[in-house]
């Protein structure tokens, strides 16, 4: 049951829209070192709802700028082209990720709050370790819990049989694949490489919660696994997976994290993450 179960998750994968084009032109577009903010302003004239909101979330408290920007050209100059990155894609996830979750208790917009959540949080890991800095983590991490939105209504058939193997002290990702055959981490990576993410992000949505079984344990996968456990067991986004989380013994000495630098940055966890949620309420 379990086999069949998941091969018709996996065709769900096939219906599923990618980001939208116009955003995919401009990460392309910032993504080239000599691009210039005249271009990007060119593509956005096509979707103004998303110029509109970039521009409102380039303003919000969480970047803190001194003068309010009203223009794309504004936002280069003042934030650089590596945060406006980020603006894009927290903007564009926002619209995919809006709608309640069914099967995983997430009202509108929650999901969407604990994947910025586990964004800003990575980077706070990232400062905290002294680590250089990748802009990609925040993409990862912005990402993991992409395969939600495939399993959502899954989950829902079938949640009585879910949560009495939970029940038994099985996480509750570990409950959905014995139920369901498959779990939204990897359905998550397989929903990025749908999309043509390098693999190193399809990795990292895969193992997320299981750092330990990646073919090759890396850094870049320890950091989302840690961030998403912080910010699960914080309640942010926790939803009916419930705060049993814990962070993998292995991935945190891998990493050389100390307990007071992950109080350190849950502690931070919750303002970055209320600032930025509060421009899309």
Not at 175 to 195: F, I, N, Q, S, Y
Request: proline residues 5%; aromatic residues 6%.
């Amino acid at each position: 049951m379990s086999q069949e179960q998941k091969f018709k998750i996996i065709s769900k994968i096939q219906t599923l829209p990618g980001i939208s084009g116009v955003a995919t032109q401009i990460l392309a577009i910032l993504d080239d070192p000599d691009s210039t903010a005249e271009e990007v302003q060119k593509i956005l004239r096509l979707d103004p709802g998303l110029t509109a909101n970039i521009l409102k979330l380039t303003n919000s408290a969480y970047f803190g700028l001194p003068n309010k920007v009203g223009s794309i050209r504004q936002a280069v100059v003042m934030l650089g082209w590596k945060r406006l990155v980020r603006i894009v894609l927290a903007t564009c996830v926002n619209a995919v990720m809006d709608k309640p979750i069914p099967g995983y208790d997430l009202p509108p917009g929650e999901l969407w709050r604990h994947s910025v959540a586990v964004s800003v949080t990575a980077e706070g890991l990232m400062k905290e370790l002294n680590l250089a800095e990748d802009d990609e983590i925040f993409t990862a991490a912005l990402l993991h819990d992409l395969g939600k939105l495939v399993m959502g209504e899954f989950v829902a058939e079938d949640l009585d049989s879910i949560r009495l193997t939970a029940e038994k002290g099985v996480p509750f990702q570990m409950a959905e694949r014995e139920v369901l055959g498959t779990d939204h981490a990897e359905m998550g990576g397989m929903l990025m490489e749908k999309w043509s993410f390098p693999s190193k992000f399809v990795e990292a949505v895969r193992w997320h919660h299981e750092p330990d079984s990646a073919e090759t344990p890396s850094s870049f996968i320890d950091i989302v696994h840690v961030a998403n456990v912080l910010c699960l067991m914080l309640g942010i986004g926790a939803g009916i997976e419930g705060l049993h989380y814990q962070p993998s013994v292995a991935a945190t000495k891998r990493l050389g994290l100390k307990s007071r630098q992950l109080e350190m940055v849950a502690s931070q966890t919750l303002q970055w993450v209320d600032e930025l949620s509060n421009v899309f309420e």
